[in-house]
């Protein structure tokens, strides 16, 4: 196989940009995603690829929920501030205003939309990604801006 032409073209699948976030007791997590799509209507449910190492794969565990929001084509500045660790300060994460959700995970304020999600399955694979299912029990709407599309912010990931 030609390596950097499967790179090239796994790049091309369009990915939006998501804030994903889980909370249990003092333990907080919010991480840039981009792997995530819609898998179901009924019951609703998503999908989201998530490194194994990551911190969130054992915090949405052991909640069993996590949140998602929705990144405006403005929020790049917002999605690269979650490349890194969290720090929390009220209500703040990295310096963004949340608010608790129904599942008690926090939704960012300043995003377009958010949906919330009950764990439905993990699925563990050989690579280094899981993916984590996800019944949508809770969303909002905060206001109409298009999302933002990873090819657009001259980043790559995957491939």
Known sequence: ???????????????GLYLMTCKDGEKIDARTVSWVTQMSFEPPLVTVGVHKESDMVNLVRDKKSFAISVLGNEQKAIGGAFFKNCEVDGNKINGYETKEGTTGNPIFLDTPG??????????????????????????????????????????????
Not at 1 to 15: C, F, P, S, T, V
Not at 138 to 149: F, K, T
């Open 1 to 15: 196989m030609d390596l950097e032409a499967k790179k090239k073209a796994l790049r091309m699948i369009n990915y």
């Open 114 to 159: 958010y949906f919330e999600c009950e764990l439905f399955k993990v699925v563990e694979t050989d690579g280094d990604h899981i993916l984590i299912l996800g019944k949508v029990v809770d969303a909002g709407v905060n206001n109409e801006m298009p999302s933002l599309i990873l090819k657009e912010t001259g980043w790559n990931y995957g491939g």
